[in-house]
């Protein structure tokens, strides 16, 4: 079955750190780039972030440049975000999303079903 | 660069109804423009990628166009379905850097 998979997400104090996790399976996960996309509940799509097939170009959205960090690992075919310095505005469902390019400047044709990061004392 | 979408749209079933995208700060034809659906509940889905071509398995009921002469991106569905009930998001990127920029979705109701 082809799907993406997050985890990782959870309650944190502001100014923490979380590690968000997304394990692909059913489709030859090196051939693709992969992004990162949040939805705050009842607000719109927001992207963070953006790596290409062989991480040799990444890409991150402003209100995260600095404080997020994209990696993957193609053996081990997961995707991660390394969230550091959170604050209460990075609240928000957070989904691991497949590109149809090796570039991240395509189209995303798969999402996760998200993990829930929640940033509040 | 931004992309603009009314907030929300409302169309009969049967009907036709046209969703906008106004790009500021670039040019709306710079870049691929995709449309996503994202129904109630559930995670977003393509509809239309590189501004006019259905990606597998859409209806031809969904199809995208441009106008440069307003700076827009359009999604027109026609034959409406109560199915078709959705959050629409417009999505392209930026001109000068490697970033996405989805627009802020436009909620259709289908009445």
């Known amino acids: 079955e082809v799907q993406l998979v997050e985890s990782g997400g959870g309650l944190v104090q502001p100014g923490r750190s979380l590690r968000l996790s997304c394990a692909a399976s059913?489709?030859?996960?090196?051939?693709?780039?992969m992004h990162w996309v949040r939805q705050a509940p009842g607000k719109g799509l927001e992207w963070l972030s953006g790596?290409?097939?062989?991480?040799?170009?990444?890409g991150y959205a402003d209100s995260v440049k600095g404080r997020f960090t994209i990696s993957r690992d193609n053996a081990r075919k997961s995707l991660f975000l390394q969230m550091d310095n959170l604050r209460a505005e990075d609240t928000a469902f957070y989904y691991c999303?497949?590109?149809?390019?090796?570039?991240?400047?395509?189209?995303?044709?798969?999402w996760g079903q998200g993990t829930m990061v929640s940033v509040s004392s | 660069f931004m992309l603009t979408q009314p907030h929300s749209v409302s169309e009969s079933p049967g009907k036709t109804v046209t969703i906008s995208c106004t790009g500021s700060?670039?040019?709306?034809?710079?870049?691929?423009i995709q449309w996503y659906q994202q129904r109630p509940g559930s995670v977003p889905t393509i509809l239309i990628y590189?501004?006019?071509?259905?990606f597998s398995g859409v209806p031809d009921r969904f199809s995208g166009s441009i106008d440069t002469s307003s700076n827009s991106a359009f999604l027109t569905i026609s034959g409406l379905k109560t199915e078709d009930e959705a959050d629409y998001y417009c999505?392209?990127?930026?001109?000068?850097?490697?970033?996405?920029?989805f627009g802020g979705g436009t909620k259709l109701t289908v009445l």
């Open positions: 590189e501004e006019n071509q259905r």
């Open positions: 999505q392209s990127y930026d001109n000068v850097d490697p970033v996405w920029v």
């Open positions: 700060g670039g040019d709306i034809d710079h870049n691929f």
């Open positions: 059913g489709f030859k996960f090196d051939d693709y780039a």
């Open positions: 790596i290409s097939w062989n991480s040799y170009s990444l």
């Open positions: 999303a497949k590109d149809i390019l090796r570039g991240f400047l395509g189209t995303i044709d798969m």
